[in-house]
């Protein structure tokens, strides 16, 4: 009886029919919960994800890769010369759920990496750009936007290695560095 009822709370993984239990809505949305990091090879990558049981599916207009999490959740792969260059978690849902989710991942990162940039301008961003890899996380939760108007907001996390974008002025022209880096992809 106790095992069946251990087994009853354990993760089923993504074919299963249910979620690992957690009070967290954002436990999955790290590195860390598919046993990635950023780096890795796109075949050990993809290997990893396929062996725990997810299915990535490849957007080749983009080369990309995402896996559907579930409803609302969705996690995209983004490879530079065959490495890991970024993972960003999406998260959509309605408003008050995304607000706490974006309130919940600003505390773990923070317990994880310390204070963010320090943006005057908006509390809806926060940049872990002192890290490797770094984090940025954009909260969408304006009710007059097309999305709030539904109701509706999105929250994304994406960590990435900076060293493998071009480099650019900050104009979005590119500097020289810029282009000889992109000359030997």
């Known amino acids: ?7 009853f709370f354990l993760p089923a993984g993504p074919g299963g029919s249910s979620n690992f239990p957690s009070l967290s809505s954002t436990s999955w949305m790290s590195p860390d919960s598919f046993h990635l990091s950023i780096g890795m090879g796109q075949i050990q990558t993809l290997k990893a994800l396929r062996e ?3 299915k990535p599916k490849e957007d080749k207009s983009k080369g ?4 559907e999490y579930s409803e609302g959740k969705t996690l995209t792969l983004s490879f530079s010369k065959k490495k890991l260059q970024s993972l960003r978690f999406e998260y959509v849902d309605f408003l008050p ?9 600003k505390e773990v990162l923070a317990g994880k990496f310390g204070k963010p940039r320090d943006l005057k ?5 926060l940049i872990y750009d002192h890290t490797r890899p770094n984090v940025f996380v954009v909260l969408s939760a304006k009710p007059n936007s097309d999305i709030g108007k539904q109701g509706l907001g999105y929250l994304v996390v994406r ?3 900076p060293s493998s974008l071009p480099m650019t002025d900050g104009k979005g022209t590119m500097t020289a560095e810029g282009e000889k880096q992109k000359s030997k992809s």
């Open 159 to 161: 960590y990435f290695d």
């Open 64 to 67: 990309q890769f995402y896996v």
């Open 121 to 125: 301008l908006t509390a809806s961003v």
């Open 97 to 105: 759920a995304v607000k706490s989710s974006f309130s919940e991942q």
């Open 52 to 54: 725990s049981g997810w």
């Open 1 to 7: 009886m106790l095992l069946a009822l251990l087994l």
